[in-house]
T-cell receptor, first 117, second 110 residues
Framework: NAGVTQTPKFQVLKTGQSMTLQCAQD?????MSWYRQDPGMGLRLIHY???????DQGEVPNGYNVSRSTTEDFPLRLLSAAPSQTSVYFC????????????????FGEGSRLTVL | QKEVEQDPGPLSVPEGAIVSLNCTYS??????FMWYRQYSRKGPELLMY????GNKEDGRFTAQVDKSSKYISLFIRDSQPSDSATYLC??????????FGTGTRLQVFP
């Protein structure tokens, strides 16, 4: 079982460059999300999706774009990388959205470590 | 101020000790409470889930929620070196957003 797969695992960018972090899940999960993890800040929600064609903003969406054209894939795009976007990025998915009546168990990928110089 | 606060630690305890990990929160609408465990260089994984107030026990782990104080706790009995990890609380107000605390790093030494 592959679960949630993130690529690349490591990436170094220069300020102003753009790139896409890939996330794929093979569990037929409706809900997918992107978090960033920084020392002292914990996990912060960037964007999330409750199904194909539907996306919404989380706590820290600025500088990032997402799309959800298929159930399996949820790429995160950095439009013009900045040093403040140096972080570890986690993609997570769950069968149903973490709303009323759902345990909200998220399955996480292993993370993508991004450095912006 | 973040909606969910956690002491970052590190918390260092001897093997066999009882560990208490805590989170406070400010949003009274939170009603779903979770604890995730994260090993170094790995993604978090769900450890415990609790709805509203009360206690829940699973093996050596007990989760407590006190909504009147906006305070949740995770207790680990008979702690083991394999429990060494970062523990993150997470909460939801019944929306599609799961909000995490900053995490507490726990070290259990033999």
């Amino acid at each position: 079982n592959a679960g949630v797969t993130q690529t690349p695992k490591f990436q170094v960018l220069k300020t102003g460059q753009s790139m896409t972090l890939q996330c794929a899940q093979d569990m037929n999960h409706e809900y997918m999300s992107w978090y960033r993890q920084d020392p002292g800040m914990g996990l912060r929600l960037i964007h999330y999706s409750v199904g194909a064609g539907i996306t919404d903003q989380g706590e820290v969406p600025n500088g990032y774009n997402v799309s959800r054209s298929t159930t399996e894939d949820f790429p995160l795009r950095l439009l013009s990388a900045a040093p403040s976007q140096t972080s570890v990025y986690f993609c997570a998915s769950s069968l149903n959205p973490p709303r009323h009546g759902n345990t909200g168990e998220l399955f996480f990928g292993e993370g993508s470590r991004l450095t912006v110089l | 101020q973040k909606e969910v606060e956690q002491d970052p630690g590190p918390l260092s305890v001897p093997e066999g000790a009882i560990v208490s990990l805590n989170c406070t929160y400010s949003n009274s609408a939170f009603q779903y409470f979770m604890w995730y465990r994260q090993y170094s260089r790995k993604g978090p994984e769900l450890l415990m889930y609790t709805y509203s107030s009360g206690n829940k026990e699973d093996g050596r782990f007990t989760a407590q929620v006190d909504k009147s104080s906006k305070y949740i706790s995770l207790f680990i009995r008979d702690s083991q070196p394999s429990d060494s990890a970062t523990y993150l609380c997470a909460m939801s107000a019944g929306t599609d957003k799961l909000i995490f605390g900053t995490g507490t790093r726990l070290q259990v030494f033999p």
